[in-house]
C-alpha cells in the first residue's frame, strides 16, 4: 500500500559523507512524519532524525551538528546528510513515516527495509 525505498548506504573511511535518500510512494494522502532510525549490532534501533511537514527537526544527541535532516516535494522524499562521519555510525539505517493513507484519515507507520552504512577507521 505504502513503500519507503533507500538508497545512498555504502562504506566510507572516516571523516567521509554519505547522503541517504527516502522516497514514498503508494496510495498516500499525506505524510505528517518522517525520519531516520538507525540499529547498530548487538543494539537497539534508535532514532537518528525526524523532520515533520512543517519542516520541524528532531536530533539525536549523538548527531548534531553532523547529521542533517531535509525533505524534498510534498515529504514525498525525505533526506541525510551524514557529514563527518565515526566508525560509531556504522549501522544499518532505516527510514520511518508515519502515513495517512488514501482518504479515510488514519495513520499508519511504515519502514523502508534499510541501507548498511560502515565507516571505517
Known amino acids: 500500500q505504502v513503500q519507503l525505498v533507500e538508497s545512498g548506504g555504502g562504506l566510507v573511511q572516516a571523516g567521509g559523507s554519505l547522503r541517504l535518500s527516502c522516497a514514498a510512494s503508494?496510495?498516500?494522502?499525506?505524510?505528517?512524519?518522517m525520519g531516520w532510525y538507525r540499529q547498530a549490532p548487538g543494539k537497539q534501533r534508535e532514532l537518528v532524525a525526524t523532520?515533520?511537514?512543517?519542516?520541524?527537526?528532531n536530533y539525536a544527541d549523538s548527531v548534531k551538528g553532523r547529521f542533517t535532516i531535509s525533505r524534498g516535494n510534498f515529504m514525498s522524499t525525505v533526506y541525510l546528510q551524514m557529514n563527518s562521519l565515526k566508525p560509531e555510525d556504522t549501522a544499518v539505517y532505516y527510514c520511518?513515516?508515519?502515513?495517512?493513507?488514501?482518504?479515510?484519515?488514519?495513520?499508519?507507520?511504515?519502514w523502508g527495509q534499510g541501507t548498511q552504512v560502515t565507516v571505517s577507521s
Open positions: 520511518n513515516a508515519d502515513v495517512v493513507v488514501g482518504l479515510r484519515g488514519s495513520k499508519d507507520n511504515y
Open positions: 523532520i515533520t511537514s512543517g519542516g520541524s527537526t
Open positions: 503508494g496510495n498516500i494522502f499525506s505524510i505528517d512524519v
